[in-house]
């Protein structure tokens, strides 16, 4: 019963660690958001290869411009040309571009959500760099 009971307050501390990490990068980011919908996918043996469609969201109330997005991900993912160029989000608005991506099929297969990371400009001429959690949502 000991045991269960330490097991279980680990297995408690290791969720809330998980959750304020988790919970600390998309507050990092609450001006922007990052949806995306796996549009073809194509299996080659160990990768896929399709065409993704990316949303960048603009949840601010300046513009931004200059936005590039890259995947943040290390590993066996890449998109054509190695980014999305977006131009300049005004604010409340978003952007979507399509594009080719390359990704290897077991770090597809996982579920877990792509990391983008995102480069802009602020009106004020600053530069800002930000990772995303994306949402992958329907095709």
């Known amino acids: 019963m000991g045991i269960l009971r330490r097991a279980s307050v680990v297995s408690i501390f290791v969720l809330t660690v998980a959750v304020v990490l988790a919970i600390g990068s998309v507050s990092?980011?609450?001006d922007l958001a990052?949806?995306?919908a796996i549009v073809s996918a194509d299996k080659d043996?160990?990768?896929v290869k399709g065409t993704i469609r990316v949303e960048v969201h603009n949840l601010t109330g300046s513009t931004m411009k200059n936005v590039d997005l890259r995947i943040a991900h290390a590993g066996p993912y890449s998109i054509a040309k190695g980014l999305f160029q977006f131009g300049s989000i005004p604010p409340g608005n978003a952007k979507t571009v399509t594009g080719s991506y390359l990704f290897d099929e077991?770090?597809?297969a996982t579920g877990t959500p792509l990391l983008?990371?995102?480069d802009y400009d602020t009106e004020v001429g600053s530069?800002?760099?930000?990772i995303v959690p994306g949402i992958q949502i329907g095709q």
């Not at 530069?127 to 930000?130: D, G, K, P």
Request: aromatic share 16%; net charge positive.
């Open 127 to 130: 530069h800002q760099q930000v």
């Open 45 to 47: 043996g160990v990768t």
């Open 116 to 118: 983008w990371r995102i």
């Open 28 to 30: 990092f980011a609450a």
């Open 106 to 108: 077991a770090s597809l």
């Open 34 to 36: 990052v949806r995306y």
